[in-house]
């Protein structure tokens, strides 16, 4: 189908509907006080790490946030676009509803699919309420929910992964977030469909803030990526923690809900055959101590610990009971990690920070190298305020290397995924990778970063699986096919402008040499070599 046709048909078909359903819940909406949503982005990180450098201080927002996170309106801007209009008609004592508009135009398969231009339309609508129970607003409740309707369209079907009948989005071997399951429209291959919807209620004390929601918490240090928790994964649902007991110490607590990926066959007699079966249940919960002796200095220590087939493990949902304990309680038979995190910062000079991540570590095999079970990975970056350099530039380097018994488990229901994605590196078990850029903010508006990414990986298989667990050796970038290891090479320059509060631009061009990849539907590994990129517009009333 043509394209230009599809695009007509897609505003008629979805956007009067998805509209219509968001209106009607407008009306159960009560007083809203004024806040603001600060979005996980790069050129959003780019400010908050660069001031904290300029102050000399440690901000807990670079390896402890959410993908949403509000705040009070004098703390922070706006990532919600918004005209004078919108603000009188759509913003009131009553409600807030901030509608959006984004057109994505990609140039040659962005990260879904090897090759070939298409465009992504997605309307999207955020409504949120806040009630101030503090005359100084310090302590208050915010509720909020979040949807966006996505429309990719092509002239060509799309070549990309399908799982009974569904093509599954997950950007492979990229920082890219991942989708997952997506719906054809009908029987066109050329129109994929998907939604994504957020939303929680926070309530912000003095202390900090606890959090039931459904969002991504990134809660480990990194830029291009992260080892703990990510910002690689879709979002999951969870009860959420962040407390301040000191200046120098501060607690975070999680316990959330998984998507397994793996039907649970004991349904099978309830549901009509060639019916969709629930998935088998599982879970995570993650607590994290920070200790800051000093401003510029902060060390982190956290545990996590995967678990699914059975309900809320009550030894798992006590913030304060070490899980390296509570999993031997429970027979060892789930799936735990261990980190530490830090950072130091030389004021105005840099920042130096990392991530240590042991897999189902071993205390008494530490040191013995036959039996030893230390399965590491860790992460390493340096961000530097060259002061010659002009527009407020940053330079930055960081390191990866994740060995092939890392994220991995011999139960696949405790595996480190979710939706079949690992929560923490896009590179995942068994690859090594190195980030560089030099960005800056030649004007207000105007963010602008030049970056190259080089990463390879093994492969991870039932084999590798078995052996790891009867402890012999695992070759780091092992693999089962011939040749090469599999790796991928990015450069590029990407950048993001403001034109005004209601409109703003992003921008990405950037050469892919990929190689040694999978195929689709094929035991043969393939090549991609092309220049990529896309443009973006976001408007917002």
Known sequence: MNITIQIKHFFKKNLIADLSILIVLLIFIDKVDGQVLVRESRHQIFDVERSSILRGKTNHYLSLRYQHEWKNAKKGKNDLLTSKYGNRILRNNRFHIYPEFNAKAYLNGGNIQKEGFFIDLAPT???????????????????????????????????????????????????????????????????????????????????????????????????????????????????????????????????????????????????????????????????????TPQDNIRIGIGESVVYGSRSMELNYALPLVPYWAAQSDLSNSDNLQIIVDWELIKRRIGRLYGTLYLDEWDLVDTFNTKSSRNWVAFLTGVTLNPQTF?????????????????????????????RGVPLGHWIGSNGEGIFASLEARPIKNLWIQLYANFSRRGKIDPQSINRQ????????????????????????????????????????????????????????????????????ILIGF
């Open 125 to 291: 609508f955020t409504l949120a309420g806040k009630y101030n129970f503090s005359t100084d607003k310090n302590f208050n409740v915010t509720g909020w929910t979040r949807l966006e309707k996505h429309s990719i369209i092509s002239s060509n079907d799309f070549n990309v992964n399908i799982k009974d009948g569904r093509p599954v989005l997950i950007s492979d071997f990229s920082w890219d977030q991942a989708i997952g399951w997506s719906d054809f429209s009908g029987s066109d291959n050329s129109w994929i469909e998907y939604r994504i919807g957020d939303g929680g209620i926070t309530i912000n004390y003095p202390g900090g803030d606890f959090t039931f929601g459904k969002t991504v918490p990134i809660w480990s240090s990194g830029y291009s990526g992260q080892l703990w928790l990510s910002n690689k994964v879709s979002s999951f649902t969870f009860l959420g923690l962040r407390h301040s007991f000191s200046e120098k110490w501060s607690f975070a607590f999680l316990h959330g809900s998984l998507n397994s990926n793996i039907r649970d066959s004991t349904f099978i007699g309830y549901y009509p055959k060639g019916g969709g079966l629930p998935l088998i249940r599982k879970m995570i919960a993650v607590h994290r101590l920070d200790f």
């Open 390 to 418: 002009p527009w407020k530039a940053l330079v930055r380097l960081e390191m990866t290397r994740i060995s092939p018994y890392v994220y991995v488990h011999r139960s696949p229901i405790n595996s480190f995924e979710h």
């Open 469 to 536: 667990y009867r402890k012999e050796k695992v070759n780091f970038l092992y693999r089962s096919y011939d040749g090469h290891p599999e790796s991928r090479s990015v450069i590029g320059i990407r950048s993001t402008f403001s034109l005004n509060d209601w409109c703003r631009i992003d921008v990405d061009v950037f050469s892919n040499d990929w190689r040694q990849h999978e195929l689709f539907n094929s035991l043969e590994r393939g090549k991609t070599k092309n220049i990529d990129g896309y443009l973006s």
